[in-house]
């Protein structure tokens, strides 16, 4: 608790004087403060933005900066800014960190016609960035490219793109995503076909946790061919969507979990068949055993529809509990 002390009255002479000493004193605090703010900021955005944390090198492109790590292991921490640079990594562990999460911006900048991040390198973390405005030619432009190696996710974000994460074949990696956003993604306006929010290929395993997805404007949420998947604590909001279809669409079949997920359908829908789809392209993989429980879904409030929540094409033995299903919601066919 603060106290106050009653002090002797002095004259207004001195008063005076103190109360200028006062504010000029003050005056020459903030001036101080603006120089080194704005020596900070100079530094940041006019000098060498992207540092490499185990030793200290920084450098005015995200390129050479990658570069620069090679083919071993490093942590490029980014400063806050807005950035119309990509990258490509073909080699080596590298994490892409935000200095400050939620700070770090890459617009509309697609290295090799596909996206901000082209990865190709033994593996690569992703953390507290933002990817916008990533459209190529083909309609497959995207936050991130991953055609080889592991990758991590984390904090991000993911908008107003063509797609936010596009992946090749590599049935012994791993994708793990926690707690990110996935908004004003997707489109079908073009002849290579549909893109969506996150577009998994022949991956061994896919790992979506606590990550928000919104405002489709084409093709699925989540597409993904891996082999097994874990989908829990998710949110598919689909109010605000335009043209979209399956909230998860799993072609090849995979096993795993998708559990306690949320789901809302909206009433602009280029498919409203089903929620969930299971093997309804060339079968990969054998979906006996998918655990779907806990999860619930809905319509937009005052839609009158019928939809099935999970899909299948594959007959396999598919584990079902404990999943919250509207009026108007079938739990499972048969196709």
């Given at each position: 608790m603060r106290q106050y002390l009653t002090a002797p009255t002095r004259p207004l002479s001195v008063r005076i004087a103190n109360a200028f000493d006062h504010a000029f004193f003050l005056a020459v605090l903030?001036?101080?403060?603006?120089?080194?703010?704005?020596?900070?900021?100079?530094?940041?955005?006019?000098?060498?933005?992207?540092?490499?944390?185990?030793?200290?090198?920084?450098?005015?492109t995200l390129q050479a900066?990658?570069?620069?790590?090679?083919?071993?292991?490093?942590?490029?921490?980014?400063?806050?800014?807005?950035?119309?640079?990509?990258?490509?990594?073909?080699?080596?562990?590298?994490?892409?960190?935000?200095?400050?999460?939620?700070?770090?911006?890459?617009?509309?900048?697609a290295c090799e016609g596909k996206a901000a991040l082209v990865l190709r390198g033994?593996?690569?973390?992703?953390?507290?960035?933002?990817?916008?405005?990533?459209?190529?030619?083909?309609?497959?432009?995207?936050?991130?490219?991953?055609?080889?190696?592991?990758?991590?996710?984390?904090?991000?974000?993911?908008?107003?793109?063509?797609?936010?994460?596009?992946?090749?074949?590599?049935?012994?990696?791993?994708?793990?995503?926690?707690?990110s956003t996935f908004s004003g993604l997707g489109t079908c306006e073009h002849s290579a076909g549909c893109a969506h929010s996150i577009y998994i290929g022949n991956y061994g395993e896919l790992t979506v946790r606590e990550s928000r997805f919104e405002k489709g404007r084409g093709?699925?949420?989540?597409?993904?061919?891996?082999?097994?998947?874990?989908?829990?604590?998710?949110?598919?909001?689909?109010?605000?969507?335009?043209?979209?279809?399956?909230?998860?669409?799993?072609?090849?079949?995979?096993?795993g979990s998708i559990a306690n997920n949320w789901f809302v359908q909206g009433r602009d829908k280029e498919n409203y068949s089903a929620f969930i789809a299971l093997g309804a392209e060339d079968l990969l993989h054998d979906?006996?055993?998918?655990?779907?429980?806990?999860?619930?879904?809905?319509?937009?409030?005052g839609l009158n529809r019928a939809s099935v929540f999970l899909a299948d094409w594959t007959n396999s033995r598919v584990v079902m509990s404990g999943n919250s299903l509207a009026r108007g919601l079938t739990k499972y066919e048969l196709r």
């Open positions: 903030m001036l101080a403060a603006f120089l080194f703010t704005g020596t900070a900021a100079y530094a940041q955005s006019g000098g060498q933005p992207f540092t490499i944390k185990e030793n200290g090198r920084s450098y005015s900066a990658v570069d620069a790590i090679g083919d071993r292991r490093g942590t490029i921490e980014i400063a806050p800014g807005t950035y119309r640079q990509c990258a490509v990594q073909t080699a080596g562990v590298v994490v892409y960190a935000a200095r400050e999460a939620g700070t770090v911006t890459f617009d509309r900048r033994l593996g690569a973390e992703v953390r507290g960035l933002t990817f916008t405005n990533m459209a190529v030619g083909d309609g497959n432009g995207a936050g991130i490219r991953l055609e080889t190696g592991a990758l991590n996710v984390a904090y991000s974000r993911f908008l107003n793109s063509q797609q936010g994460i596009l992946t090749a074949d590599n049935p012994t990696g791993r994708i793990y995503i926690l707690r093709g699925h949420y989540v597409k993904a061919r891996s082999a097994n998947v874990i989908l829990e604590d998710n949110s598919f909001d689909d109010a605000n969507g335009s043209g979209t279809n399956y909230m998860i669409d799993l072609p090849a079949g995979s096993t979906p006996d055993g998918l655990v779907v429980k806990d999860n619930t879904a809905r319509f937009v409030p």
